[in-house]
């Protein structure tokens, strides 16, 4: 089972606009990645947020973690064309030594 | 600076067929893994390695082996290709475990196919 979900599965926006997604997760995690999918290429990492942080920028993105609620969100202000992409969140699980876990993703459509 | 390296990009294969994906990185990483991308399903973990020599199962290993002979390679091998195994496969590898805090990279993807 996925230990990470994302929601919405499908967002569209106008450009300029701000995109938010979230993601749950069920176990206790040591930190909770974000990567972004390209339509047909792979996954590059976006940011990285730890269990004892609750909030991290990078760029136009801002991370937000809420480790009682077992959950995250990905804000990406003033939105372009080129954030057009599918976003997944991925979590290391502590129970499951190296691996990351990843979710099923949000796929972000920015109009222009 | 190449990465991480997939070959080959595309396959298809008559069930029954064998093949052997590979994975190439040059950032000296010692974790690297297998993942199939499935409509709807994300990505799932095949079998991942912590390093030269070792391996150890994902979450979705059946049909699949795999070998670290070297640190800079990953071999994902299908002994019996399944129609069930038609996917996108990719490799990826990090620096130290995802408890470390440490980022993946991906390789560019392999689309295959099994009729």
């Known amino acids: 089972s996925q230990q990470g979900e994302e929601d919405p599965q499908a967002l569209s926006i106008q450009e300029g606009e701000n995109a938010t997604m979230n993601c749950s997760y069920k176990t206790s995690i040591n930190n909770l990645q974000w990567y972004r999918q390209n339509s047909g290429r792979g996954l590059v990492h976006l940011i990285l947020i730890r269990s004892n942080e609750r909030e991290k920028h990078s760029g136009r993105l801002r991370v937000t973690l809420d480790t009682s609620k077992k959950s995250s969100s990905l804000l990406i202000t003033a939105s372009r064309a080129a954030d057009t992409a599918s976003y997944f969140c991925?979590?290391?699980?502590?129970?499951?030594?190296?691996?990351?876990?990843f979710g099923e993703g949000t796929q972000l459509t920015v109009n222009p | 600076n190449a990465g991480v390296t997939q070959t080959p990009k595309f396959r298809v294969l008559k069930t029954g067929q064998s093949m052997t994906l590979l994975c190439a990185q040059d950032m000296n990483h010692e974790y690297m893994y297998w993942y199939r991308q499935d409509p709807g399903m994300g990505l799932r973990l095949i079998h991942y390695?912590?390093?030269?020599?070792?391996?150890a199962k994902g979450e979705v290993p059946d049909g699949y082996n795999v070998s670290r002979l070297k640190k800079q390679n990953f071999l994902l091998g299908l002994e019996s290709a399944a129609p069930s195994q038609t996917s996108v496969y990719f490799c990826?590898?990090?620096?130290?475990?995802?408890?470390?805090?440490?980022?993946?990279?991906f390789g560019q993807g392999t689309r295959l196919t099994v009729v």
């Open positions: 390695s912590v390093g030269e020599g070792t391996t």
């Open positions: 990826a590898s990090s620096r130290r475990g995802a408890l470390m805090n440490t980022e993946a990279f």
């Open positions: 991925a979590t290391d699980v502590r129970t499951s030594g190296s691996r990351l876990t």
